[in-house]
């Protein structure tokens, strides 16, 4: 019997989300404490074609021919055979296991395309590259986000910070790995209201498009403020990308996608100490991150928890990788 098993772990947008998805640049660091991991095991009672879902966390345990064609679990099971060629699958059990919380923008949905589609592929004996593993989890991605800019499944494939810019296809994408001057402690609060990343984009485009010199004028804003915080990450500098997470929130703010109870995560964060606190991801629910100094990081998680979160994650991003282009 043949198993393989893969993970990926999930994600935390640092800076120019929303902007993103208009061509302006944005920078993602993987969360390495959480992740999703997949394993596909052969079976050899059954005939080829046969396959058996096991995705506990999110209730799925039943044949794969019990979910809709297009659930972003059973396109992987497509997309990966079509990108190689191959007609017949063998008969094969995939189980599913995540501890990245659900529609919380912490990429869960992203990491396990991500895993699903590595696993699969090497269960067939034929490795994706990054490149090709990215391109197919983007396509599952269009299902939870409508028009993603794919930043989730680049920074999880790759798994090191990136500057990302958004190409017309995904093939366009510029996405630069980027150093970390000094280790840099987040907190990641999660308000525990899912807020689905599709509804907040689609929201902006509507505003966007009744007042696009107001929204053109706020995405510029934070374009400019991106390019500073990747010198000051690139120096090590905590202190400059907190007072620029706080500039990224307040500008978000005016763009529409925070809410009460992020508003409230994260001024709790910079009042127990962050460096600097802002929203995550689509926005209206969902998470927020602050920069924190080592020494004060318990302090946050717990100010965080009192303030509602109902999860406070620490982690870190380590410095002294080198600057260079993936693609
Ligand atoms: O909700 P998340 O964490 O997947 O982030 C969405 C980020 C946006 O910029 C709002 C959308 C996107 O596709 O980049």
Not at 229 to 249: I, K, P, T
């Amino acid at each position: 019997m043949s198993i393989i098993s893969t993970s990926a772990p999930g994600k935390a947008i640092l800076f120019g989300e929303h902007a993103v998805v208009y061509g302006y640049p944005a920078i993602a660091v993987p969360v390495m404490q959480v992740s999703a991991t997949v394993q596909i095991s052969s079976v050899d009672n059954q005939p080829d074609g046969w396959i058996w879902l096991s995705a506990l966390d999110i209730g799925v345990n039943s044949p794969s021919t019990k979910l809709p064609l297009d659930h972003p679990l059973i396109l992987p099971i497509k997309l990966v055979p079509d990108e190689l060629g191959i007609k017949n699958l063998p008969a094969m059990r995939i189980d599913i296991h995540s501890t990245i919380p659900v529609a919380a923008g912490l990429g869960s949905g992203a990491a396990v395309s991500v895993a699903l589609i590595r696993a699969i592929a090497e269960f067939l004996g034929q490795p994706l590259s990054d490149d090709r593993v990215s391109t197919l989890a983007f396509s599952v991605e269009k299902i939870y986000h409508g028009t993603p800019s794919g930043i989730d499944n680049s920074v999880i494939t790759y798994s090191k910070p990136i500057y990302f810019i958004r190409g017309e296809q995904p093939s366009g994408n510029r996405i630069t790995r980027i150093g970390v001057g000094k280790t840099l402690n987040l907190v990641i609060g999660d308000t525990g209201i899912p807020s689905p990343t599709a509804a907040t984009v689609g929201d902006v485009r509507q505003t966007w498009l009744a007042h696009p010199e107001i929204y053109n004028s706020l995405f510029t804003r934070i374009g400019e403020l991106v390019k500073q915080a990747r010198v000051a990450l690139e120096r090590g500098e905590s202190e400059l990308l907190g007072v620029l997470a706080n500039e990224n929130h307040a500008l978000l703010t005016e763009i529409g996608v925070s809410c009460a109870e992020l508003d409230r995560l994260v001024d709790a964060a910079r009042a127990s100490g962050a460096f600097g606190a802002k929203l995550s991801g689509g926005g209206r629910g969902g998470n927020m991150i602050a920069l924190v100094p080592k020494e004060k990081v318990s302090k946050v998680v717990q100010a965080l928890t009192s303030a509602g979160a109902v999860h406070a994650i620490a982690c870190q991003v380590d410095g002294g990788n080198p600057e260079q282009r993936i693609k």
